[in-house]
């Protein structure tokens, strides 16, 4: 399996930097700050193929507190509103899709 880092990177658009936290799986967003985040829109939104590298290299080197990063599209609606940019991110962002067993 190719690196993300070794994977051609195309960037059409308004981009983050998302991947898994590694203690509970919950979705996580990388920051301008170099931290991660579970709010889509305190993400670094990068539109160049260099900054969406750079920001893909420094979060998959978190490895311990973050899984899976890799560069996802988003849409910035006209009040900048960040939005997932397709099906796959929109159903990230709104988690489980089914219900879980209760324990009893």
């Excluded at 160049?48 to 507190?65: M, T």
């Amino acid at each position: 399996m190719t690196s993300p880092l070794q994977q051609k990177i195309k960037i059409t658009g308004p981009s983050v930097v998302t991947a898994n936290r590694t203690w509970d799986g919950v979705v996580i967003y990388r920051t301008a700050a170099k931290n991660w985040t579970t709010d889509l829109s305190e993400a670094a939104i990068v539109r160049e193929v260099d900054e969406a590298r750079a920001l893909l290299a420094e979060a998959a080197a978190d490895d311990l507190g973050a899984i899976g990063a890799y560069i996802a599209p988003v849409e910035i609606g006209d009040d900048g509103a960040i939005e997932p940019g397709n099906l796959r991110e929109q159903i990230r962002s709104e988690g489980l899709t089914i219900g879980l067993p209760v324990p009893a």
